[in-house]
């Protein structure tokens, strides 16, 4: 009997670890077309996601907040980055940095796109992090 309580016990703490670790990642949802700005204008921009997602909150009120290891869909189109600026960490300028666990997903590789446009690498993921990338393309990066 006290083989089967501890049993039950381990696993409904186990359910319930599970439970927390599931609850604790979101899904924020770029805005098709939307330029590579920050501003709050009613739109979620791909970095104004990525930020939320790496901050763990609504940094930007635009999108939704980031909660653990987010996941950001892109709709179809060519999300083209337009802040220069290099050696800056939180992807406020230059490459889109990652700095928490995320998965980018895209509505297909042919019509999905990050442009870099040469201005700095497209993403720069940190040690400690971890990003996968589903069904788009990222290209135009630059790095000295």
């Known amino acids: 009997m006290r083989r089967i309580v501890s049993m039950l016990a381990l696993t409904a703490g186990l359910a ?8 604790s990642a979101a899904t924020l949802q770029v805005a098709a077309g939307a330029p590579d700005v ?9 970095r104004e996601a990525i930020i939320n997602a790496n901050d763990d909150a609504a940094t930007w009120p635009d999108c ?9 869909n892109l709709p179809a189109g060519t999300y083209v ?19 928490d666990d995320l998965t980018l ?3 297909g590789a042919e ?5 870099a446009d040469g ?16 069904s788009l ?3 135009g990066g630059a790095a000295d």
């Open 64 to 72: 939704a907040a980031g909660s653990g290891a987010d996941t950001i």
């Open 38 to 46: 920050l501003a709050t204008d009613g739109t979620c921009a791909l």
């Open 81 to 99: 980055l337009a802040i220069p600026g290099a050696d800056e960490n939180a992807a406020a300028t230059g490459d889109l940095d990652v700095t």
């Open 137 to 139: 393309t990222v290209t």
């Open 16 to 23: 319930s670890v599970l439970a927390v670790h599931a609850a």
């Open 105 to 107: 997903v895209g509505a």
């Open 119 to 134: 201005i700095d690498r497209a993403l720069y993921v940190y040690s400690g992090a971890a990003l996968s990338v589903d």
């Open 111 to 115: 019509t999905t796109i990050i442009d």
